[in-house]
């Protein structure tokens, strides 16, 4: 049974920085990409940065230069570790795992029960 579980949010205001965890359990942790989404109030969930166990990594253009995605493999763990912190990032932020060859569509996948980050200005 896949368990992705998130931590980490908090209500912080802009300029300020936060780091998101997600440990995950019931997959092969090298062979998913892992991934952070976002569903901010009225929007849709958004890509914001995801990593595969090779290391390769995807941002959103908006959280470029801000946002670091980064995975522990020993602890089967990613993390994000935000910057800058704006009030447009304010949002449920879910975790993905989904395995490589499924990565095109993310509800392929699993998905964790979310963490909120509101960024007040």
């Known amino acids: 049974q896949v368990q992705l579980v998130e931590s980490g949010g908090d209500l912080v205001k802009a300029g300020r920085s936060l780091t998101l965890s997600c440990v995950a359990s019931g997959i092969v942790f090298s062979m998913n990409v892992m991934g952070w989404y976002r569903q901010g109030p009225g929007k849709e969930r958004e890509l914001v940065a995801r990593?595969?166990?090779?290391?390769?990594?995807d941002y959103a253009d908006s959280v470029k230069g801000r946002f670091t995605i980064s995975r522990d493999s020993d602890k089967s763990t990613i993390y994000l570790q935000m910057t800058s912190l704006k009030p447009e990032d304010t949002a449920l932020y879910f975790c993905?795992?989904?395995?490589?060859?499924?990565?095109?569509?993310?509800?392929?996948?699993?998905w964790g029960q979310g963490t909120q980050v509101t960024v007040s200005s």
């Open positions: 993905n795992a989904v395995l490589l060859q499924k990565s095109h569509d993310p509800n392929l996948g699993s």
């Open positions: 990593i595969t166990g090779g290391g390769s990594i």
